[in-house]
């Protein structure tokens, strides 16, 4: 019988920039703010964190020291600047202003499905737009040196989109990209349907560039039981299931954790009341509710209670209360349907 190959395998190096272990955070728009990631960073474990997609054009007017969508602190490792690009005018501006924040790495979004993006020709749109793409790679590959990444997904589900997508691995390989994270659904499905992982075998082994996995991806023993069709991937990319439980990676790394709920969720919310205004920091609580909802027993209660709070002070003294309490937390945690 053949032994299943096993998970994690070795650190991803690109450009010189080493990844290790190859377990990424997703970036998440509303999540993968400074507040999070500095609460990822106190637990650890990952290889990079990815900021949220950033609209490249913003980058020219918000102080990178001081927004929370930019900054980065020292504690948080490497990060990846995520940018939503449609045009490849001003990029090398935007660029040289991000370069003062020392990303290491730097991602093209091309996946992205929220109809709001793709009508200003960003995200999904861009895949489909073989000229305009390869012109922006050309310039951020000639204005950047370090690891340039795409994140994509499958195209559209058309009889041809296996050509379609063997195209723009071509294009990606031709433009010096140096990795692309594949999130195997199309980009009608927002997440609906299944990641399809049955491909990262095949559409991996289409390209010497190294694929990162992404999608429904949850624990260490998933994705040791999916080990076989992982294998060809060069690394791991968690979304949901990190907003849900920040000590995720930790967690991975050191099973024995033990988690203090009322401690990570209280810092979360100090975290974030620190890097966003009182009206943006009650957005940002409820935004992530949900997820961390995922992890007790009556999450239902919890989320209720928070994201109907009238002000912020409320929302925090009624999560701490609930959660003060020692709640059932639930026997497994998963993701779908948020
Ligand atoms: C709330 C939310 C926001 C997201 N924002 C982004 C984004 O800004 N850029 C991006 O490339 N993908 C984004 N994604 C997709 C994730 O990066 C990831 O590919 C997807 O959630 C599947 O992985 P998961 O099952 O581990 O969550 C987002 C997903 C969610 C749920």
């Known amino acids: 019988m053949s032994v299943p190959p096993t998970l994690p395998r070795a650190p991803l190096t690109l450009r010189g920039v080493t990844f290790a272990p190859a377990l990424f ?20 474990g990952y ?14 007017v918000e102080n990178i020291h001081t927004s929370p969508w930019l900054k980065r602190r020292p504690q948080e490792g490497q990060v990846i600047y995520q940018l939503l690009v449609t045009s490849a005018e001003r990029l090398p501006e935007i660029l040289e202003r991000l370069a003062a924040l020392r990303p290491d790495g730097l991602d093209l ?22 000229v305009r793409l390869r012109e922006i790679l050309r310039v951020a590959r000639a204005n950047f040196a370090g690891p340039l990444l795409i994140k994509t997904r499958l195209g559209r589900e058309i009889p041809e989109w296996r050509q379609k997508f063997r195209e723009r691995l071509r294009l990606l390989e031709d433009e010096g990209v140096d990795a692309l994270t594949l999130h195997p659904r199309f980009a009608e499905e927002q997440l609906k349907r299944s990641a399809r992982q049955a491909l990262y075998g095949e559409l991996a082994g289409g390209t010497r560039l190294p694929m990162i996995a992404s999608g429904d991806l949850i624990s260490q023993d998933q994705t040791q039981a999916l080990a076989a069709q992982l294998a060809p991937t060069a690394g791991l990319m968690f979304g949901r299931i990190v907003a849900a439980q920040p000590w995720f990676f930790a967690k991975w790394q050191n099973p024995g954790l033990v988690v203090d709920y009322l401690d990570a969720w209280n810092r979360l919310c100090d975290y974030i009341c620190e890097d966003f205004p009182a009206t943006k920091a009650l957005e940002r609580i409820k935004q992530i509710t949900p997820y961390f909802a995922r992890n007790l027993y009556f999450g239902h209660t919890f989320f209720a209670k928070v994201t109907g709070a009238p002000d912020l002070a409320t929302a925090r003294g009624r999560a701490s209360e609930f959660l003060a309490q020692n709640p059932l937390i639930a026997p497994r945690v998963t993701v779908n349907g948020i």
């Not at 955070?25 to 650890?44: E, I, K, N």
């Not at 979004?109 to 073989?130: H, K």
């Open 109 to 130: 979004n091309i996946a992205c499905p929220a109809p709001g993006i793709r009508r200003q020709g960003g995200g999904a749109d861009l895949f489909e737009d073989e």
């Open 47 to 60: 290889g990079a964190l990815w900021t949220e997609m950033l609209c490249a054009r913003q980058i020219l």
């Open 25 to 44: 955070c997703a970036p998440m728009a509303g999540l993968t703010h400074s507040a999070l990631r500095r609460l990822l960073a106190d637990y650890g």
